[in-house]
């Protein structure tokens, strides 16, 4: 490596000090969807830029989704998908697969990669210290008729004292999202809804979506219509005309949702490009889209 290489490096290091500074002690809740999963350099990367968080004094919180691979799970024992506004129709058997799937699977290799490159992370559900108490959600068709989707279930609470209790104790707590019904009973949650209502809850700094796009983008298809900055007006009219679609929905609803409550800064970035997090927090350019009151 040559000097000048050696001096870039102290460079890049110099221009994250101001970030470091500004996100000591600072709660940040990170949803790592699942179209970005399968991509094992990406889990990697995305590991070492937590463990890199949570070693210069931010209390990083994950969420995980899970979508595809519950349901390819679900097409390997001969059950075909059904969604209804984006939202899976969950049967007590389809919930089992959920539940299997998202703690047994995913929520466990996420903690294990964390742990393996020297974090300490601990895994999670709804149910652990109450953490996401649920209730059933009444799905509204596009035919306008009330639709029932099984064990699909809304945020009714958060109680995030144990999600706080391991962060302040350096832990890094991973979330799957599934909430706890008053009956003990499971509910499958949309991940991006969780990570809203817990960034909410915690009051946190900021919640960066990742997911398997540049971010919002004003012609989907087309990363030259990237929207770097999105007012909360701009983005709910853009869901009125149906230019923010699908999975995209419940993302931007997130993000709204933890403005509202206080959070003063939301993204949605891809999670596909090498160390997006650390390119978001500590670089002066960011990427992808920040969601704005
Ligand atoms: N305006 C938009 N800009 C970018 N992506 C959009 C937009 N509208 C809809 N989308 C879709 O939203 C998808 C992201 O949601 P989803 O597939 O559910 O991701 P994840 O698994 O990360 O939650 C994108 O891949 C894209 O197809
Ligand atoms: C009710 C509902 O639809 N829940 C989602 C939960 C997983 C999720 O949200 O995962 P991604 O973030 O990867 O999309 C599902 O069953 O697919």
């Known amino acids: ?40 350099d990406v889990q990697r990367d995305i590991a070492l830029d937590v463990i890199l968080l949570r070693y210069v004094g ?12 519950i ?26 697969i959920v539940r299997m799937v998202m703690m047994g699977i995913i929520n466990t290799d996420i903690v294990s990669t964390i742990n393996r490159f020297g974090g300490k992370a601990v895994g999670l559900s709804g149910h652990d210290g109450n953490l996401i ?42 979330v799957a999202p599934i ?12 991940a991006d809804s969780v990570a809203g209502e817990l960034a909410a809850a915690l009051r946190a700094d900021k919640l960066i979506i990742l997911t398997d796009v540049e971010g919002i983008l004003e012609e989907p298809g087309n990363p030259a219509s990237l929207i770097s900055a ?7 009219r ?18 709204i949702r933890a403005l509202e409550a206080g959070v003063p800064r939301t993204h949605i970035i891809d999670g596909r490009v090498s160390h997006s997090l650390l390119l978001e927090i500590f670089t002066d350019r960011g990427i992808g889209t920040m969601v704005v009151s």
């Open 1 to 40: 490596m040559t000097l000048e290489q050696t001096i870039q490096k102290a460079s890049v290091l110099v221009e994250s000090l101001p970030y470091i500074r500004t996100f000591f002690g600072k709660t940040f809740v990170i949803k790592y969807g699942g179209s970005a999963m399968p991509d094992q």
């Open 58 to 69: 931010v209390k990083p919180v994950l969420v995980h989704g899970g979508g595809p691979a």
């Open 71 to 96: 349901t390819e799970t679900m097409r390997a024992v001969g059950r075909e998908p059904q969604f209804v506004n984006g939202r899976r129709v969950t049967d007590a058997e389809t919930m089992r």
């Open 133 to 174: 108490v649920a209730r059933k959600r009444l799905e509204r068709a596009p035919t306008g008729e009330t639709v029932d989707l099984g064990f699909v279930g809304d945020v009714e609470r958060i109680h995030p004292e144990l999600v706080q209790e391991l962060a302040e104790n350096g832990y890094i707590p991973v």
């Open 179 to 190: 909430g706890a019904g008053y009956q003990g009973e499971s509910y499958n949650i949309n």
């Open 230 to 236: 999105l007012q909360v007006q701009r983005a709910r």
């Open 238 to 255: 853009m869901m009125e005309e149906g230019s923010i679609a699908g999975g995209m929905v419940p993302k931007v609803e997130a993000c």
